[in-house]
């Protein structure tokens, strides 16, 4: 099992920047990708990024190509999710997960269903 704790949510103005961050612990060698994913009320979740964990490939969604850039540091076990350009429509709880052992594909990474562990979710908060 993976333990992951969210960082960096808050209230920003549309057109500011967040930086969030993952923190992953326990068995962290299994990782084979992380991914960031967001919900906002009365919304289903939404795949934002993922990224492989030993190679550092990088997807991101349409929405959010160009403004959001997906990162990791192996070496601190933390994934981050730098947030430019923010938009109201981009006001949901953030939360990270790690998808371990086999090998994905991209279209696979996308569904929130094919990770084993999240984290508990950090709030992002977009005003107009």
């Known amino acids: 099992q993976v333990q992951l704790v969210e960082s960096g949510g808050g209230l920003v103005q549309a057109g500011g920047s967040l930086r969030l961050s993952c923190v992953a612990s326990g068995r962290t060698f299994s990782i084979y990708a992380m991914g960031w994913f967001r919900q906002a009320p009365g919304k289903e979740r939404e795949f934002v990024a993922a990224i492989t964990w030993n190679s550092g490939n990088a997807y991101h969604a349409d929405s959010v190509k160009g403004r959001f850039t997906i990162s990791r540091d192996n070496a601190k076990n933390t994934v981050t999710l730098q947030m430019n350009s923010l938009k109201p429509e981009d006001t949901a709880v953030y939360s990270c997960?790690?998808?371990?052992?086999?090998?994905?594909?991209?279209?696979?990474?996308?569904?929130?269903?094919?990770?084993?562990?999240w984290g508990q979710g950090t709030q992002v908060t977009v005003s107009s």
């Open positions: 997960a790690a998808a371990r052992g086999r090998s994905f594909s991209w279209g696979r990474l996308m569904r929130g269903a094919e990770y084993d562990d």
